[in-house]
């Protein structure tokens, strides 16, 4: 729920959501620069891993080089480098 409150998919009947110094409580989610990235009913079944985190950057034309660095940046936090290149179907429940 917490989740789905900060990336603005569920309104909040009281209180704000601050992210850094920004009052994000009002805005739609598209306006928010926050994603999630559920564990499979919302993954594109064809993509990779890479593809389906890279597909947002996309949609919001980065170009190929900056969005591969921000996807393996992201990879590298999360610590899934090795698991990039598999689809979906491939990674577990957990």
């Given at each position: 729920?917490l989740?789905?409150?900060?990336?603005?998919?569920?309104?909040i009947?009281?209180?704000t959501?601050?992210i850094g110094?920004r009052?994000?409580?009002?805005?739609?989610?598209?306006?928010?620069d926050v994603?999630?990235?559920?564990q499979s009913?919302?993954?594109?079944?064809?993509?990779t891993?890479?593809q389906?985190?890279?597909f947002?950057?996309?949609m919001?034309?980065?170009?190929?080089?900056?969005?591969?660095?921000?996807v393996?940046?992201v990879?590298?936090?999360l610590?899934?480098?090795?698991?990039l290149?598999r689809l979906?179907r491939?990674?577990?429940?957990?």
């Open positions: 729920t989740l789905h409150a900060v990336a603005g998919l569920n309104p009947d009281s209180g959501i601050v110094d009052n994000v409580t009002d805005l739609p989610a598209r306006d928010r994603a999630m990235v559920f009913y919302a993954l594109y079944p064809t993509m891993v890479a389906n985190i890279a947002p950057l996309k919001r034309g980065l170009d190929r080089r900056t969005s591969d660095e921000k393996a940046g990879a590298r936090l610590q899934i480098e090795p698991l290149a979906p491939e990674l577990s429940g957990g």
